[in-house]
Structures are given as C-alpha cells and as structure tokens.
C-alpha cells in the first residue's frame, strides 16, 4: 500500500517493560516483520521474542548506535519509555525516507515530561482542564499559602518524570503541605519536582483515550480505563497501573467525538502553532466531570497496562500503523478490534510501590497460559522481569501483566485474575477488582 511500511522491515524496540513486551508479541505477528531487536536491557519476555541490541540506548551512545542501525538495515525504531522520548531519541534518529522513529520529537514529549509547560499549551488552546496554579522551589512560602487558602482538595504534581510516582492526590491541606513540601523542601524527586504543578481536584471517572497522531491525522483507539491505586476498591497509594480494561462503557461515542473535537483536535493544533509536529500516540488522561471530560494529564507514548489491553484486541497489521503513524500516512492505515473485551491484572512484588523484593524465580507461568484458547487468548507479558539460570525471576515492582480477552468485561477480567492466581513467587499480590466500576454498573 502506498505510504505503508516496507515488505521486509527490521525494527528496534527501544523499552524494556511490559507494555513492550505486548508490542513486541504484536509485531511479531506482522508479515512485514523481518528483523527484531529489542533492548538491550530488556525483560525475559521480550528476548524471548527479539533478538537483544548489543548498543547501548543511552544519548551519549548514540553516535555508535546509529552506525549499528545502519549496518543491521534498521528501518523503524519503535520508543516505548517516556525517558528515551524526553532525552531526544526520535530526533537523533530519525532519517526519513530510510528509517523512521514512532514516537515524538523532544519538543512534542514536553507534553508529558513537563506538566507545567503542557498546563500552558492547554489554556493556549482553550482544551478543558482543572484550574492550576505552578510554582519552583524558589516559590515554597507561596505554594503553601496556596494549599491552605483552598477551601477544597488538590492534587500535587511533580512537572518532571517520576514513572507514575509524581502526582500526590489529597485529602485534606495537611496532606497538600506534605506533599509540597516532599517536593519542593525535601527534593523527593530530584529535579523532576524542582517545578510542582497544583490544581483542583477533579471528581468524576477516570478514562485513557490513545491515539495515534501523524502530524495532521488522529486515529483513536479503543478507550480504556486503568486503575492506579495498590488497592482494591481504588485504596492506597497511586501506582504506574495496577490493571486496565478495554473498552470501557463510560466512553460513547458522542463522549469521544467531543474528546476529539474539544481535546484533541485543539491541542495537535496548538502543538503546530508552536512549530511542532506530532507524530506517535498521544494519551489524554481524562477525568469525566459533571461539566464534560477535562485533561488530568497528557502522555505521549503508549500507557501501561493500557497497551496490554489494547494489543490483545488489535486487529491488523501493527508494524505498518506505526510506520505510516511515523511516515505522516496514518490516513491509509488499517486499524481494527476485535469484539469483546480484554483485561489486563497486573502481578506486583512484595514492596511494590516502595522498594519492591527482587531476584525470586517465576512459578506458574505456564499453566497460567494454559488457560487461554484460540477464542479467548491470554498472555503473560513480562514487565520486571529478567532471565535467570533456570528461568525467569522478578526485577521490578510490576512484574507480569496477565492479559485476557473474552466476549464481554465480566468474562475477561475472571479469566485474568483466575491466570494471575496460578503465578507464584514470594510476596506476590494482584488486584482482583479490575473493572469493579463496570460490573457494578452493569
């Protein structure tokens, strides 16, 4: 197809989480595949898959990185990390017609490493959002005359990275202070929370809408919703994702005509004006309000375990979406779902989200997998994980998403969590109440 990706396209996976490993089972599926390599720190679920660059991925390497891509005839490199997105990876590799990278440019990923900046773009372009207020370190006395003069909650956020870590949702001013001061006093998280972005707490349900942006086309995904907090019945602390289903019921499609119309119609435009052009997924968190959907956060990559969700469903060819997503072809892609629903449970290490146990071997994994059939597919996707001497063994806090797909959510989310019960190593927990919000409504 013209504007498609090539017959035979060797592609690097940049990522070593789970939300790769689901790219990477979905790649692998596509007859344009040839070549895949994965990297080089990489979970035991993608080598499984890929073969592991011998590069580092690091800026500083990327002068001999790309001599090696030239030599293995890379023609897509695939950013899954926010970090490498942050750090310029797309830019200093991109080289149109020859290779192209999936993903934005430094300057688009500003959207999610730096949510003050985003909070800007926002206004700029009229894109419904909480009311904020932004302040640094030099602004402490200010920000915590803010927090106590609100009459209702907030949320703190940290503008920079924190792997899902920087957003403190509060109860109560003493929390909002504490919160502030972490960031700002105590330097909780470094420079990523040298600049804190405060805002009105939004009520409502949450929902990750994704799509696929080329510059000028947007093509939404199937709408999902993830849940953050450790516990069950939404408890606890926030996380980088305990689980997500898709689709998700609360997203109509009146609800995402208006998102497109009002949120991200809007910004793609505003990221032109300023001499941006986006090319790769863009993610808008959405709380909806009683006064329509509002942008919590944007992300630009996809989400995790959104991803795990999304690829079950996928229909097509991926390896060519993305390529046309890159190449500014998007509007002759193919992109379909399959019905039913997915549900992706999360399996956490003992710890997790403080400082998780690490390093014990993986039992159950196969008779979880047994579990799946050719109508109902499940997968175990690797996220902090590593290869051991006799298999593979923990590494992270998120260490598998065990991801189902069935004719509806009740299904799905049954056959995920009864998988992820089959999962075995010291400490492990899971939530057993993705989608409770959808089941109970139902």
């Not at 011998?54 to 500083?60: A, F, G, T, V």
């Not at 703190?156 to 919160?179: M, Y």
């Not at 997924?281 to 909806?288: K, Q, S, T």
């Not at 298999?391 to 799905?412: C, E, F, K, Y």
């Amino acid at each position: 197809m013209s504007g498609g990706a090539p017959d035979r396209c060797n592609v690097l996976l940049a990522g070593s989480g789970g939300r790769e490993h689901a790219l990477a089972w979905r790649l692998r599926q596509s007859p344009r595949l040839g070549n895949l390599w994965v990297d080089p720190d990489a979970n035991a679920g993608l080598l499984a898959l890929g073969r592991g660059c011998p590069q580092s991925l690091e800026p500083r390497n990327r002068f001999h990185l790309e001599r090696w891509m030239e030599r293995e005839d890379i023609r897509l490199v695939v950013v899954g990390p926010e970090a490498l997105l942050e750090q310029g990876m797309a830019d200093d590799l991109h080289r149109p017609p020859h290779r192209l990278v999936f993903g934005p440019g430094k300057a688009g990923a500003r959207l999610e490493s730096d949510k003050a900046w985003c909070k800007q773009v926002l206004r700029s372009a009229n894109v419904p959002t909480a009311e904020s207020r932004t302040f640094n370190r030099d602004q402490l006395d200010a920000a915590l005359h803010f927090v106590r003069s609100r009459a209702d909650p907030v949320v703190v956020k940290a503008s920079g990275l924190c792997a899902g870590k920087g957003v403190v949702v509060c109860d109560t001013p003493a929390q909002a202070e504490a919160a502030v001061r972490d960031m700002l006093e105590r330097r909780l998280h470094g420079d990523a929370g040298a600049t804190i972005v405060i805002e009105e707490r939004l009520r409502g349900e949450e929902v990750s809408v994704l799509a696929l942006v080329d510059g000028r086309t947007i093509w939404m995904l199937e709408p999902c919703q993830d849940h953050k907090r450790v516990g069950e019945g939404d408890t606890g602390p926030n996380t980088g994702g305990m689980g997500a289903y898709c689709p998700t019921p609360l997203a109509t499609e009146p609800l995402l005509r208006q998102v497109e119309r009002e949120i991200l119609v809007p910004t793609v435009d505003a990221l032109r004006r300023e001499g941006i052009e986006f090319r790769g997924v863009l993610y808008a968190g959405l709380m909806l309000t009683h006064g329509g959907p509002k942008v919590l956060e944007f992300n630009t990559r996809f989400g995790d375990p959104e991803t795990q969700a999304l690829m079950m469903r996928w229909k097509g060819d991926l390896l060519d979406a993305l390529w046309r997503t890159a190449a500014g072809t998007l509007d002759g892609a193919e992109i379909a779902f399959s019905p039913g629903s997915s549900c992706c449970v999360v399996v956490c290490a003992e710890g997790y989200p403080g400082k998780p146990r690490t390093g014990d071997p993986l039992e159950g994994l196969a008779e979880a997998e047994a579990l799946g059939s050719a109508s109902e597919p499940l997968a175990c996707f690797h996220a902090g994980t590593k290869a051991g001497a006799h298999g593979p063994i923990s590494a992270g806090g998120r260490v598998l998403g065990i991801t189902a797909s069935a004719p509806d959510l009740a299904r799905a989310a049954e056959r995920a969590t009864q998988a992820a019960q089959r999962i075995r190593f010291p400490g492990a927990f899971f939530r057993r109440d993705i989608g409770h919000r959808a089941l109970a409504r139902r």
